[in-house]
């Protein structure tokens, strides 16, 4: 049974009005008001007035689709990438790169204000790319057919898992759009089929690429359904003429009904298991499931401004929670006593060791498995360690409560808080408020140009 429209709303479903956007949602689509009644429309900006179709309505607010812009605005730019209205991976590129970081800079602001109650703490401009394109190293692409049955890979149509073929992602790094258009090609070759998500039924699901950035070592991992890989000597020796610069082959099997792109075996099938990358002095080695920043330029600012609010003299204990492959741990090794770092992916931890080996950096770092809710008390209570900084980089939903309690309990005199959601980032924050720490200041940095993500930088010491 299917929800009636809203019959108490000024506007209905189907109605075609004319309006100005006032405001952006925090996904970047415009917001226009009627009579008080907010309208979220796609690729509206703030100012313009439009002519739009009243798609759906809800209690309190509504759907629509632009259908003529009235009064554009000066921040609208023309979207170079020519899928870029159909492809759902990218949401900005019809605004200018200086409306995108204020555009950020505000959904910080905003969320400090409305979630935190931090009405004076004060939020810096968005630290944004001089070259604002192909920064990724990283590609991830869902394989299908199209209707001739050749293979097609690209991303996802918005809100659909309808792949919109492409041939080059203009936020992609050159090497990570060729290896893709390459392997598709090999793939086709050898008729290889497509996995078909509704029937769980073909082969090739994904094809993820990784380059590291200052050694331009190219990664190639192929997703299937399952253990099996047709062709695979003929795949390997195509690749590698194809593309010479590549030093890793992988093979990851996932039959599993789900969304997660990687299945839990993962297999070298030529070459190494690691490629290696500098961010700065350090050296990382990567695996095919390392969690590595995407953006190699903005993560040297990204860590650079974290190393600063930490403050770091050589006589500190810093925690890092959420460590990952010891990325943040080993900018803050550099300059501290010990880093104690705890992750809960063991493949991860043992990255972290790895890297903190490769850098001479074993002796003043620690890494444990597991949640950082349930490591860092216990280090706290078994241990007596007291840190002096500590230092959180969580996924999008943010600190575990108990960790929050911990580290308010353990009083550390800096806490850096590295996040990717500015909600949770704001929520996290009042309750370290609440407990005695002062927000001083809060850097967003614009990670992913083009996108409606921001990564932000906190400096909290305690009152």
């Known amino acids: 049974m299917t929800k009636k429209q809203s019959t108490d709303t000024p506007v209905q479903k189907n109605d075609i009005i ?17 009579d008080g009644y907010a309208l979220f429309v796609p690729y509206g900006l703030p100012g313009e007035t439009a002519k739009i179709k009243v798609l759906k309505t809800k209690k309190g607010y509504g759907f629509g689709k632009m259908l ?22 990218c949401q900005l590129q019809h605004m200018t790169y200086d409306a995108q970081l204020r555009f950020k800079h505000k959904q910080v602001q905003d969320a400090m204000k409305r979630i935190g109650g931090l009405e004076d703490v004060p939020v810096h401009p968005s630290i944004g790319m001089e070259d604002p394109w192909r920064y990724r190293n990283k590609a991830q692409v869902p394989v299908g057919e199209n209707e001739d049955g050749d293979l097609k890979a690209g ?9 919109i073929d492409m041939e080059s992602c203009i936020i992609q790094q050159g090497a990570n759009d060729e290896a893709v258009q390459i392997v598709k090609e090999i793939a086709d070759k050898y008729n290889i089929k497509a996995y078909e998500e509704d029937k769980h039924r073909g082969t090739l699901r994904h094809i993820v690429t990784r380059q590291a950035n200052s050694t331009e070592q190219l990664m190639i991992i192929l997703v299937t359904n399952g253990p099996d890989l047709p062709h695979k000597k003929n795949l390997i020796a195509d690749i590698r003429e194809a593309m010479p610069n590549v030093t890793s082959i992988m093979h990851n099997a996932n039959n599993k009904r789900t969304n997660v792109i990687f299945g839990e075996k993962t297999d070298v099938i030529w070459g190494e298991e690691y490629i290696y990358d500098y961010i700065g002095d350090i050296k990382f080695a990567i695996s095919a499931r390392s969690f590595y920043q995407v953006n190699p330029s903005q993560t040297k600012v990204l860590y650079d401004k974290a190393l600063e609010y930490a403050d770091l003299q050589g006589n500190e204990t810093v925690i890092d929670a959420y460590c990952g492959i010891g990325t943040i741990s080993l900018f803050l090794a550099q300059k501290a006593k010990h880093v104690y770092g705890v992750e809960v992916i063991p493949e991860a931890v043992s990255d972290a060791k790895r890297n903190a080996e490769l850098n001479k950096m074993e002796g003043v770092t620690t890494f444990a498995v597991g949640e950082a809710e349930d490591v860092v008390p216990w280090w706290h209570k078994a241990n007596g360690l007291e840190p002096d900084v500590f230092v959180v980089d969580p996924p999008r939903k943010g600190c575990d409560e108990t960790l929050l309690q911990t580290m308010i309990d353990m009083k550390p005199e800096k806490i850096v808080y590295v996040s990717c959601n500015p909600a949770t980032l704001a929520r996290d924050l009042k309750i370290l408020e609440d407990g005695g720490y002062e927000t001083k200041e809060v850097q967003p940095v614009d990670m992913f140009p083009q996108t409606n993500h921001v990564e932000t930088v ?3 010491v305690r009152k």
């Not at 004319?18 to 009627?34: N, Q």
């Not at 991303?155 to 792949?163: E, M, P």
């Open 18 to 34: 004319t309006a100005t956007f006032e405001d952006l949602t925090h996904e970047g689509a415009g917001v226009a008001k009627v």
């Open 68 to 89: 003529e812009r009235i009064e554009e605005s000066s921040d609208r730019t023309d979207a170079p990438c020519p899928i870029y209205y159909l492809c759902g991976g």
């Open 155 to 163: 991303f996802f149509q918005k809100r659909s898992h309808r792949i």
């Open 458 to 460: 906190v400096k909290l």
